[in-house]
């Protein structure tokens, strides 16, 4: 039992589409945490690959062979070359090893990944996060772990939030994003106002380049493939897992906070 005040970090996980964001705005809001969403940072540093103006082919910078980048050397001289004027390269260079996989739907490699998460981790001092699509793998669990071992915080608890395939597929192909807020709307199930523009920003909302038939597939299969043996790494060292239902009925702000809440409060003090 942990005491509600005092809960330091929630992981929420579930398949990419499976209506994560609802429950972690729950959250956030509950218990006064910050979402750390490596999705959302590796999309910002793709954004400035993109803003860049880098030309080139991706697949020169990957040895498929080795299953590895090239040294990372070679990348950045890359960069320079074509972009001399470029103050800080780290968000282009980052930007570009995270498209390489984001564009087909694969996870990034898990030393890019726990390296850019612990340096957001630490921000906040390690806790006073809801961690959303973090940890993925067995190897990014075990450096959660080790790191809130290592600063002496933890993970209170796992909020799972179950969906079919099927639904899934049907709700993310038709997902648009703002690209300022990041508010999710659905074109069927959640439309703005006018169909177009967010409702909070009047920003016209985009869908995710990741958001295709094809990549959310291969998305699913990252899921029951790595994320499953995750959370058997993270179940076993004690973290209570609740599962969450990611389609309601009758979906309002409400429903979601009560559907989440009554998961949760009975393991708080
Ligand atoms: P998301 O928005 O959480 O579905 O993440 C979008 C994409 O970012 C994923 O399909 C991965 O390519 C990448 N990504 C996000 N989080 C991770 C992670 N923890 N490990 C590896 N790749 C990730």
Redesign the pocket.
């Known amino acids: 039992m942990v005491k509600r005040s005092d809960i330091q970090n929630i992981i929420v996980t579930g398949k990419?589409g499976a209506g994560k964001q609802p429950r972690i705005d729950v959250l956030v809001s509950e218990f006064g945490l910050e979402q750390l969403?490596?999705?959302?940072i590796?999309?910002e540093y793709v954004g400035s690959f993109d803003d860049s103006g880098f030309k080139g082919d991706l697949e020169a910078f990957y040895d498929e062979i080795n299953d590895t980048f090239v040294k990372d050397e070679f990348i950045e001289k890359a960069i320079k070359e074509q972009l001399p004027d470029l103050e800080d390269i780290r968000p282009v260079f980052l930007g570009l090893k995270?498209k390489y996989?984001?564009n087909s739907?694969?996870?990034?490699p898990n030393r890019t990944?726990n390296e850019l998460?612990a340096e957001y981790f630490s921000k906040g001092g390690y806790k006073g996060f809801v961690l959303?699509?973090?940890?993925?793998?067995p190897d990014?669990a075990e450096f959660l772990l080790y790191l809130c071992e290592k600063n002496g915080t933890r993970i209170d608890l796992i909020v799972l939030v179950n969906n079919s395939d099927k639904l899934i597929i049907d709700r993310t192909v038709g997902r648009r994003i703002c690209p300022s807020c990041k508010k999710v709307h659905h074109i069927e199930f959640k439309p703005s106002r006018d169909g177009i523009h967010c409702d909070d920003c009047g920003v016209e909302l985009v869908q995710r380049a990741?958001d295709t038939a094809e990549r959310i597939q291969m998305?699913l299969f990252?899921f029951y493939d790595k994320v499953i043996p995750t959370l058997d790494i993270l179940e076993k060292a004690g973290i209570p897992i609740v599962t969450v239902e990611g389609n309601l009925e009758v979906f309002t702000e409400e429903n979601v906070r009560r559907s989440v809440m009554e998961r949760i409060d009975p393991l708080l003090e």
């Open positions: 990419s969403s490596t999705g959302n590796f999309r995270a996989f984001m739907g694969r996870f990034v990944t998460f959303d699509g973090y940890p993925r793998t990014q990741d998305r990252e």
